[in-house]
Every structure is written in structure tokens, then in C-alpha cells.
Nanobody, 121 residues
Framework: VQLVESGGGLVQAGGSLRLSCAASGSAFSINVMGWYRQAPGKQRELVAR????????NYADSVKGRFTASRDNAKNTMYLQMTSLKPEDTGVYYC???????????????WGQGTQVTVSS
């Protein structure tokens, strides 16, 4: 299973961006997908996490009310709609997926390559 993120870029404070994370591979099922970010010199932190049914989503306090995570299970894709962006939102955004390989019943916990988000003041 592989994850590919897209949608990052440079935006002014107050602007919006939409990130996408597409999972590809064969015979797998994803339970939890999440977005994390890492700012320069800081540890990677959780931004949003959503379960397979999309019924439960957790957000970091710093993004509540501004970011919205969603999933399209048919496309194995997760999105992060980011609005009212602030300079402190700058960082590399990583997608994470936890699931299971259907034929082998082996669990996986994988990361995408990351996409840069830069918010200018």
C-alpha cells in the first residue's frame, strides 16, 4: 500500500488550501487515516484523524474550526480542507494510514512522502 499526498503550496495568511491523500495497492482495508504536520525544528504533530466510517474525526485544538478532514472510502482518498490559514500552519504535511492486508491479515501503518504548506504573513 502506498500513500501519495498532493495539494500543498504557498498561500497568504487567511487563505485556503485543500490537501489530498490517495492510497493505492491491492487487497487492503484502511481503518484510520490521519494528517500530521512537522514544522522546522519541531516534532511531528497530529492535525486530524478520521476513522473508516468517517463518523469520528479528531482535530488538534490549534486547527479546530478552520480545518475539515474527510474521506472518500470508495476512492481510498482522504482530504484536508484548510481555511483561515495562519503562518504557524506552515510545515510539511504527512498522510498516515493504518489498516490491514486482506489476504495475509497483516497490519500496516504507513506514511506518505509529505507535501509542503507555506503560509506567508
Amino acid at each position: 500500500v502506498q500513500l501519495v499526498e498532493s495539494g500543498g503550496g504557498l498561500v497568504q495568511a487567511g487563505g485556503s488550501l485543500r490537501l489530498s491523500c490517495a492510497a493505492s495497492g491491492s487487497a487492503f482495508s484502511i481503518n484510520v487515516m490521519g494528517w500530521y504536520r512537522q514544522a522546522p525544528g519541531k516534532q511531528r504533530e497530529l492535525v486530524a484523524r478520521i476513522n473508516s466510517g468517517g463518523g469520528s474525526t479528531n482535530y488538534a485544538d490549534s486547527v479546530k474550526g478552520r480545518f475539515t478532514a474527510s474521506r472518500d472510502n470508495a476512492k481510498n482518498t482522504m482530504y484536508l480542507q484548510m481555511t483561515s490559514l495562519k503562518p504557524e500552519d506552515t510545515g510539511v504535511y504527512y498522510c498516515n494510514a493504518q489498516g490491514i492486508h486482506i489476504h495475509t491479515a497483516r497490519l500496516f501503518d504507513i506514511w506518505g512522502q509529505g507535501t509542503q504548506v507555506t503560509v506567508s504573513s
